[in-house]
């Protein structure tokens, strides 16, 4: 027996190895099919992103296209192959192409009702084109020119549509952003490009390069403090006009850009007055999550003003911060900034000790003045000797249209041999159509002479990407694919003047003895084109409304399908109001069924009613006694009549008194207990004794007969 039992452990314990390798080896086949299945759609999303970047390069480089938009078109309802023109996201016309679609699927929070469920109005035969709000007059012409040729990338758009068509893929969204004046084309045309950038008033700002998607692809992985003056000189009003203080601008343009951060870059936030502490008490550097993006934000909105002003300790305490942050844990192991936030008043420092903090620290320092009027002098000063750039905030109206000096400097200080950057993949982010979570692909765009164009990119839903895996496995895959740092090279090469044009406009502001290439730069660039020629319906190129009417209501221009709720309720209602039309005339009429039942209910209405006035009534209520079924009792007396026992409610019938005075007493009423059945009478007379009568049920006055 022993030697059986061995032998069955034996075999049961190959059996669950066998299991187990088993398991082991589907688990690990089903992996490398979902792996090699991701691998395979994001090569796809990078190919289209790459294919829509060089038909950006292509298009900018063709004088032709600026001399055919100076026609004036101002007729969206032509198609896009018989104009030259651009429907605007913000305009109200859709063009003549434009329908109610669910190809995206996605519900939109603002069309209420049934039927419009995974549908909107979108226009698959032409992209839709808007500039970012805020312009400065000088931008107008850069963005006009900008909209004429990126107008042209329908075509591009288009085939690639048909592509993911035939493959059976998500056809949703291809877009490419301007750098010059943050113009954008997206594909397919849809009013607003969602909810978050349009409402009844119009068109809400929405600039391209605050986007992450694009200053993830302009500028790459990097570490990045950003240090905040919250001293009390920061209380001081910007302008009477916006009722803003600087401190207000900083905020603004703090959060901002934090919210151009993604998961490959590495942040710090320092806020500092006459001393500087990290803002949520860290010693490193954090993986920009949006976790850690909202915390940090939530930080900005609670600060105050106070105290006076130490630029050197704030530069030293950033500087050690970069320098506790050196693991791939706590840092990008890229290029690294200091982005630096003041009204430029320093009331501690000097500036030789200034100077050698900011030499020191070996980060670029990109200095922001919050602002007309502030000091830029020792701003300027840090982000020159740091070989970084300075902006002075001038528009508090909308301080985040000139927050482009950052990015702007990793984007031009390095390009790949064909003019073109590394594919970066975004954040996860919800989508303003309501399409769900999704994810960016992009890659940043020059044009031949080195100058920065803006950045293509597509969007993926994030559920398409899983395949199978975690959403932590998928970022670090994705975090991975885009690690890519930016050599910044071209801000180094000599003698200065042979750097790229955009190099040596950003270098400019920092030596006067570097010349621009104005004369050069952008020979295509025509500045003669107004807004009337670009857009086929007449708009404000600075507001970005229609000229010659209000905005439409954004719901008429999104939403379709919608069953309003008025039809609803007369669908409703009419129907029961004809049954009830019907069943009146009916009842009027002899020989309809209705009316014979109705005449027959009526007579036995009329019958229950007669035999419910003949029916004896109830009596008073009483309490319920136990009936006795025995027969009255016989009293053996000579002479004398004893009457039975009272039925309930009978009152006692006069007797003549024994000894004959004839005085006949008067009945006693007794109590009625209804529902007793009467006892039989049949004993009553075979005694001889007076005859029990039948309860009456009509009370009688008591009478007194005299003899």
Known sequence: MADCATVR??????????????????????????????????????????????????????????????????????????????????????????????ALGGKLDICKGPGCKDKKQLNFEEAYVRNALGLESSDVHAATDSICWMTQLTPKFKALDQARQDKGQFRAWMYFGDHKAGVLSMYPGMSGNGVDFRDDSGCLNYDPRRRPWYVAASAGPKDVVLVLDVSGSMGASVSVQSGKSRMDVLKEATKATLDTFTQNDYIAVVEFNSNAREMLGRSTLQRATQSVIDQYKTAVDNLSEGGGTDFTDAITKAKDIMQASSSSDDSSQCNRLIMFFTDGEDNSAVASTLAQAAQSVSARIVGFTMGSGSDISKVKDMSCLSNGVFQEVVNVENPTSQLTRYYELLAVGSQSTDNLGPVIWSNPYEDAAGLGEMISAAVATYDNEGNFLGVASVDVLLDDLKAGQTNSALLNTLRERSKVCRSLDLLSVQPPNNRTCAVRRLQQQCDSSITTCAATEGTCFNQALTADQVYCEPMDVLTMKPKDEDPAKYTSLVCCGCVPVWVIVIAVILPLAGIAIIVVVCLKVKRCPLARMRSKGFKNTFKMRRQATTAPPPGPSAPQVPISTAPPPQVPLQGVAVPMAPMAGQAVAPMAPVDGSGVTAPPVAQPAYPGIPQPPVAAAASSGLPEQQPPSYQAAPPSYAQG
């Open 9 to 102: 452990h034996a075999t049961s314990g190959g059996l669950m190895l066998w299991f187990k390798a088993r398991n082991a080896l589907c688990f690990t086949v089903a992996l490398s099919i979902a792996t090699a299945a991701l691998a395979g759609i994001l090569e796809d999303k990078e190919a289209e992103v790459l294919a829509i970047a060089r038909e950006a390069q292509s298009l900018s480089t063709r004088c032709s296209l600026r001399s055919a938009c100076k026609r004036s078109e101002q007729d969206c309802s032509k198609p896009l192959a018989d104009r030259t023109s651009a429907i605007s996201h913000c305009g109200n016309d859709l063009g003549k192409d434009s329908e109610c679609s669910n």
